[in-house]
Nanobody, 128 residues
């Protein structure tokens, strides 16, 4: 399983970024994919997840209406479109792959396990 995040960077508040998670090594359509972030001074938190080719999606309350997760099955890639970014969105964003046999679910709880497959992360910095 390989996950490669890209698309992070530095933007001003109100700006947008699109994160990509390119995946390989597993049957993309059968797995759920999530995004988590590590914000300075806070515990790592789930931001969003998608399953069943975006039939099921969930978002952290603080990003609802601003972030959109989407999958490209042909490219085995998941995107996180982030609009109206705020300084509190600053952090390292991780892609998480959840296997069909994992106890982790793509749910509103957005709880991912260390045993799931994690990418190396991409930095997002939002300045005020």
């Amino acid at each position: 399983v390989q996950l490669v995040e890209s698309g992070g960077g530095s933007v001003q508040a109100g700006g947008s970024l699109r994160l990509s998670c390119a995946t390989s090594g597993f049957s993309f359509e059968d797995w759920a994919i999530g995004w988590a972030r590590q914000v300075p001074g806070k515990e790592r938190e789930g931001v969003s997840c998608t399953a069943d080719s975006d039939v099921t999606t969930h978002y952290l309350d603080s990003v609802k209406g601003r972030f959109t997760i989407s999958s490209d099955d042909a490219a085995n890639t998941v995107y996180l479109q982030m609009n109206n970014l705020k300084p509190e969105d600053t952090g390292v964003y991780y892609c998480v792959a959840i296997s069909p046999w994992s106890p982790t679910l793509c749910s509103a709880r957005l709880e991912f396990r260390p045993e799931d497959y994690w990418g190396a992360g991409t930095q997002v910095t939002v300045s005020s």
